[in-house]
């Protein structure tokens, strides 16, 4: 999709939805100090360019029952792009991994995995094995407590575009 150049009030849209979710027409105008229809015409153009992919509910997992948060790094043995893609594609279909990362450096993939159980997620360890995906060497780090959970700040990311 085409990168637009985004002006302030497009920054103060992102950031009203980032921070508030899915907003009536009049409501979002009011936090981005705009008029409703321009401010809605703004929005259908943000979404039109693939700014806004969805709005999502931030649930209290916590409140829902216990659970084991996990970070795994892994490290492949081979770095090809075949290797890459076979690992990728298996923990797209997994369930249990709700991030992951590719990175340059000491190990090739930063994952948070969240599980009902250590004993669940020594069975997801398992499974890892048992695909044959290539993978050297991991390492687990078991979550304590959440320290920091944020959203980025999407007018300090934008910066100069914002202007």
């Known amino acids: 999709m085409k990168r637009l150049a985004l002006d302030a009030a497009d920054i103060r849209i992102l950031s ?19 008029s409703a229809t321009p401010c809605w015409a703004r929005l259908t153009r943000l979404k039109a360019a693939g ?16 659970f084991a948060q996990v970070i795994v790094t892994v490290s492949l043995g081979r770095h090809r792009k075949a ?31 969240i599980s009902p159980s250590l004993t669940a997620f020594q069975d997801f360890v398992e ?18 407590r959440q320290v920091k959970s944020a959203l980025p700040n999407i007018a300090k990311l934008a910066g100069a575009r914002a202007k």
Request: glycine share 10%; aromatic share 10%; charged share 25%.
């Open 16 to 34: 009203a939805l980032q921070q508030h979710g899915q907003l009536s027409k009049t409501r979002l105008a009011e936090v981005c100090s705009l």
């Open 51 to 66: 700014y806004v992919r969805g709005y999502h509910a931030d649930i209290a997992l916590g409140q829902l029952a216990d």
């Open 83 to 113: 290797d890459f893609d076979r690992f990728e594609a298996y923990i797209s279909g997994r369930d249990e991994i709700i991030d992951c990362i590719a990175t340059g450096g000491g190990v090739d993939y930063i994952m948070k995995v």
């Open 127 to 144: 499974d890892l094995h048992a695909e044959d995906l290539g993978i050297d060497r991991y390492m687990t780090h078991f979550a304590t």
